[in-house]
């Protein structure tokens, strides 16, 4: 019921940013839990990141200060702002939403990022 679609990857080379956005439809956008998982090829999926309903939010060792997660309600869209990208940032990144409690989560189609040295 719910459905997320995201865009914003491509090319960059090291040092560059993106902008990944991931846009939320079935269910009120405001109760989701919100997050950031990737999967680089040979590696098991990894999270990323994730922001509460409240707007406090969490990041993996790898990308703190790097990377910053930020919902806009009215616009029922969660975004990742990734900076000062590196090799190890390649992988096919996934947006999640998930219910309360995670009783209930969803995934997006994944976008991919390349990150060139």
């Known amino acids: 019921q719910v459905q997320l679609v995201e865009s914003g990857g491509g090319l960059v080379h090291s040092g560059g940013s993106l902008r990944l956005s991931c846009v939320a439809s079935?269910?009120?956008?405001?109760?989701?839990?919100l997050g950031w998982y990737r999967q680089a090829p040979g590696k098991q999926r990894e999270w990323v990141t994730d922001i509460t309903r409240g707007g406090r939010t969490n990041y993996a060792g790898s990308v703190e200060g790097r990377f910053t997660i930020s919902r806009d309600n009215n616009k029922n869209t969660v975004y990742l702002q990734m900076n000062n990208l590196n090799a190890e940032d390649t992988a096919v990144y996934y947006c999640?939403?998930?219910?309360?409690?995670?009783?209930?989560?969803?995934w997006g189609q994944g976008t991919q990022v390349t990150v060139s040295s």
């Open positions: 999640n939403a998930a219910l309360p409690g995670r009783v209930m989560t969803w």
């Open positions: 079935g269910t009120d956008f405001s109760i989701l839990d």
